[in-house]
């Protein structure tokens, strides 16, 4: 099974930007999509942004805009450009790979504080 980890949270003031890095132990191209994901304090995971193996990527209402979604295969990495932090940003985030089979594997998760 794969393995995801997540790195590149902290904490950011209000305007401020951060890239997140979600590392996989193998091949991105094994998955249909890769995806990042977060849960703030007391409420539901929800998608954040996903990057389908050969489509278009796809992004949350809330942070259209101001993050971007990318992959470097090389590397087998993907990221989350999240530019023009709010508050309401501040969430665990975690890393998503569905694989063309239906299984889905999650990262442990990095935290991301938006505070002045």
């Known amino acids: 099974q794969v393995q995801l980890v997540e790195s590149g949270g902290g904490l950011v003031q209000p305007g401020g930007s951060l890239r997140l890095s979600c590392a996989a132990s193998?091949?991105?191209?094994?998955?249909?999509?890769m995806g990042w994901y977060r849960q703030a304090q007391g409420k539901q995971r929800e998608l954040v942004a996903a990057?389908?193996?050969?489509?278009?990527?796809n992004y949350a209402d809330s942070v259209k805009g101001r993050f971007t979604i990318s992959r470097d295969n090389a590397k087998n990495t993907v990221y989350l450009q999240m530019n023009s932090l709010k508050p309401e940003d501040t969430a665990v985030y975690y890393c998503n790979s569905a694989s063309w089979d239906g299984m889905s594997t999650w990262g442990k998760g990095t935290l991301v504080t938006v505070s002045s």
């Open positions: 193998e091949s991105i191209f094994n998955f249909y999509a």
């Open positions: 990057i389908p193996s050969g489509g278009r990527t």
